[in-house]
């Protein structure tokens, strides 16, 4: 290799950058990131971590929560696949969402329940009966809704997460995280 095309190699590699910026009281966050070959068009572990983080700080700030004067109990609902790969499993982020929450200030209001098909699953399996024991309803569901526009060079990526008053229905929080890959 000539010292031209290594020189031109380095320059390629410190071209690609990772850019966050911040938004100071906004859940949402954009990164635009450039990567080296092999060149992948799939979410990665830094927009896990990225994503998961905003939306734990958008939740710890949502009025009714910091306000109900008790704890409020949400339910990790699921994350709806909408990207051009079915057989991804996104249920990861709202894992890391709920690791994060209850491992941070904002658990003194909150508690997390399990699904209904999942703890009656759990006790069918423990023998003990699913109607001999009380279930502590939600109040709120955080779900998610992921998208992706894949081109012939990039992807673009939309990942979206609600939380919803189960009794009204109504979204109380949004975020989101987009990035283009």
Known sequence: MTRYALAAVCLIALVGCDATPKNEGAARSYRLETRDLPRSSQLGSADLVVASENAVTGIADV????????????????????TSDPSANFQIYLARIRALLNNSGAKR????????SKA??????????????????PQYALTGTFY?????TSNYHLLTFQLMDLTN???IWEGSYEVKL
């Open 109 to 116: 209001d909150l508690i997390f329940v399990e699904t209904r």
């Open 63 to 82: 009025p009714e929560i910091k306000q109900a004067g008790g704890r409020t109990v949400i339910v990790m609902d699921r994350v709806e696949n909408q």
């Open 120 to 137: 009656e699953a759990i006790k069918q399996r423990e023998g003990i009966p699913v109607e001999s024991s009380a279930r502590t309803r």
């Open 169 to 171: 229905d109504i979204v």
């Open 148 to 152: 992706d526009m894949p081109r012939a």
